[in-house]
């Protein structure tokens, strides 16, 4: 079988304590979603982090395309075509929409003006608020901004650490239609989700962590058709 577009292949580490992650696998394919799930501290967010290089492995790899980006900092991997979004302050709250998009081309030294009608296709609101500061903006439409910034790096795969967190249920809910468009795209999504079920209903494939180890790993489907699953893990 061939390997997936990006694994984080049985990592083991954490922030230079004790490790968090404990032969941990993660894995997304092209165009595909992938979900981490799992309850708190399983190690969701730090199974992310080290697959985007915000923290080094004592042991395993990370391959993009084929390539070992294991050794390769969180800004080369940008460069590779991976972009994170971070859970919390994930948006220049002082500058206009507008602004925090240019922002993310950075890298960019081409016309960006393409990808910013792209991301306004996808965000319709911010268009519309495009002028005005992010950080006046309700928390679904931060997300929006922070998710549309990434986009702007023209990424193969786009990592989402809890992007619905805070939300209602209604914004929950366009939020990950918007994600699913975004795969469309052939970009892959790999997202940590404490909305477990909800998030389990569009991935393609899900990764339960316990104590940073897998504990299950199948479709999104399966794992939602999983006795044991629904009832440790999902309320029944």
Same mark, same amino acid.
């Given at each position: 079988?061939?390997? /997936?577009? #990006?694994? %984080?292949?049985? &990592?083991?580490?954490?922030?230079?304590?004790?490790?968090?992650?404990?032969?941990?696998?993660?894995?997304?394919?092209?165009?595909?979603?992938?979900?981490?799930?799992?309850?708190?501290? =399983?190690?969701?967010?730090?199974?992310?982090? =080290?697959?985007?290089? &915000?923290?080094?492995?004592?042991?395993?790899?990370? !391959?993009?395309? %084929?390539?070992?980006?294991?050794?390769?900092? /969180? @800004?080369? !991997?940008?460069?590779?075509?991976?972009?994170?979004? /971070? @859970?919390?302050?994930?948006?220049?709250?002082?500058?206009?929409?507008?602004?925090?998009?240019? &922002?993310?081309?950075?890298?960019? !030294?081409? +016309?960006?003006?393409?990808?910013?009608?792209?991301? $306004?296709?996808?965000?319709?609101? #911010?268009?519309?608020?495009?002028?005005?500061?992010?950080?006046? #903006?309700?928390?679904? @439409? !931060?997300? @929006?901004?922070?998710? %549309?910034?990434?986009?702007?790096?023209?990424?193969?795969? *786009?990592?989402? +650490?809890?992007?619905?967190? %805070?939300?209602?249920?209604?914004?929950? +809910?366009? *939020?990950?239609?918007?994600?699913?468009?975004?795969?469309?795209?052939?970009?892959?999504?790999?997202?940590?989700?404490?909305?477990?079920?909800?998030?389990?209903?569009?991935?393609?494939?899900? $990764?339960?962590?316990?104590?940073?180890?897998?504990? $299950?790993?199948?479709?999104?489907?399966? *794992?939602?058709?999983?006795?044991?699953?629904?009832?440790?893990?999902?309320?029944?």
């Amino acid at each position: 079988m061939a390997e /997936p577009f #990006l694994i %984080g292949d049985r &990592m083991t580490g954490g922030y230079g304590g004790a490790d968090i992650l404990h032969g941990c696998t993660v894995a997304v394919d092209k165009g595909e979603i992938a979900v981490i799930v799992g309850p708190n501290g =399983a190690g969701k967010s730090t199974a992310m982090k =080290a697959v985007f290089g &915000m923290l080094d492995i004592q042991s395993g790899a990370v !391959r993009l395309n %084929g390539e070992d980006i294991t050794r390769l900092t /969180p @800004q080369a !991997r940008v460069a590779k075509g991976m972009a994170f979004v /971070p @859970q919390t302050s994930n948006i220049f709250t002082s500058m206009s929409v507008e602004e925090n998009l240019e &922002m993310g081309a950075f890298l960019r !030294r081409d +016309d960006i003006s393409g990808t910013i009608e792209e991301v $306004y296709h996808l965000f319709p609101i #911010l268009k519309e608020k495009r002028r005005q500061a992010a950080g006046e #903006l309700s928390g679904g @439409q !931060r997300q @929006q901004v922070a998710v %549309g910034r990434a986009l702007m790096t023209r990424p193969t795969v *786009l990592m989402l +650490d809890e992007p619905t967190a %805070g939300v209602s249920p209604i914004v929950m +809910d366009e *939020l990950f239609d918007r994600i699913i468009e975004v795969a469309r795209t052939g970009i892959s999504i790999l997202m940590v989700e404490q909305n477990a079920r909800q998030a389990l209903e569009i991935a393609d494939k899900g $990764y339960v962590l316990v104590q940073g180890r897998n504990a $299950y790993t199948d479709t999104g489907r399966a *794992l939602l058709a999983d006795a044991e699953v629904r009832r440790t893990f999902l309320g029944g």
